[in-house]
């Protein structure tokens, strides 16, 4: 990729912070308690735990190469087969775009104005995340310190104001099922979010070769920060609603309708759904910042910008297409997607980073 723009290694971590963060602290809690019931938490852990070796993977391939897995894959395996790889990854960035905002789209409904038509939520998010996505990455990071840190802190005093309503007797016993509810939730939170940070790395060519922060650190670091702050919600969902935590959507928001602090403090799930919004927009701008580099290496395009408005009217068309009924989007998600990311992403991404291991170990 061929770019002026460039960021601090700091100001990458606050945009992967919002990538991972984003619309998984909404979604994460309750699909996750569903699949692996009171061990949802300890999965988590152990997803985390391999969302950091796809991290070392991706950062040990920029740091010996200077390039993303795909730039350092056309020196590897020749343009052609580096094709092969990038196309079905554009599809797949097509298609998690529609889906974030088709769940944007399905939480204003069901959550907040459902008397207003979906398609009007979808084209207001999605013409903000490609205008977003126009303004360049640079803004794009100054601006995500602040939105972060705002959806951070209402999530999180949120969760600490529903104190009252938490019973600590719900997380036990951990593993009622035995071992497999426990290994299904691994796989559900590996596949989302920790499988896509490939998709992020490709935005590693973007820090400043002046910059001499320690990049591993600051990224490690980060994606413990974001392992805790959707550990929290789900040990919170799990407290506060207990056997029906897995059925209860939008897990946060729902928690914050429980508060009621003597009439004085109550009806404040609008607001924590407008931060868990932010959170799917910035996620939403960062996947088409992405999705518009690597159409525009493709493509071979010099104005890199020409590509966005275009390819938002098709996601946007797909959005208000693919689905008829909110059980099929579910299924789309927890079944066809993770099998998609894993064959598509992730067996690609630890090819090649095979080959440069064993290139820089030969040298």
Known sequence: MKQIETISSWQLACIFLAFLTGSAIINIPAPMVEVAQNAAWLSLIFAIGLGIILLLCALFIYQSTG??????????????????????????????????????????????????????????ILLLAAMTARS?????????????????????????????????????????????????????????????????????????????????????????????????????????????????????????????????????????????IVGSYMKASIMLFILKELLSDVLNLENKRIIIFPISFLILLLSLIMFDHETEFAEAVFITWPLFINSVVVLPFLFITLLAFFKKKRT
């Open 67 to 124: 390039e993303s897995f795909l730039g350092y894959s056309k020196k590897a395996i020749g343009k052609w087969f580096t094709l092969c790889i990038t196309i079905p990854i554009i599809l797949l960035l097509i298609l998690i775009l529609a889906f974030i905002i088709i769940d944007i789209g399905g939480f204003f409904t069901n959550a907040l104005m459902r008397e207003t038509p979906t398609y009007v939520f979808h084209t207001l």
């Open 136 to 276: 360049g990455i640079e803004p794009m990071a100054r601006m995500f310190v602040w939105l972060i840190f705002a959806m951070v802190s209402f999530s999180i005093g949120i969760l600490l104001l529903a104190i009252p309503f938490y019973h600590v007797e719900h997380l036990f016993p951990i593993m009622p099922d035995g071992i497999m509810p426990f290994l299904h939730g691994i796989y559900r939170a590996f596949s989302f979010p920790y499988a896509e940070l490939i998709l992020f790395s490709l935005l590693l060519p973007f820090i400043s070769k002046k910059d001499k922060h320690p990049l591993k650190k600051i990224m490690i670091i980060t994606l413990c920060v974001h392992g805790t702050l959707i550990l929290i919600p789900i040990i919170a969902s799990i407290m506060a609603y207990g056997p029906i935590a897995g059925t209860v959507k939008f897990s946060v928001f729902n928690i914050a309708r429980l508060i009621n602090i003597r009439d004085a403090i109550e009806r404040i799930e609008s607001v924590i759904g407008l931060a868990l």
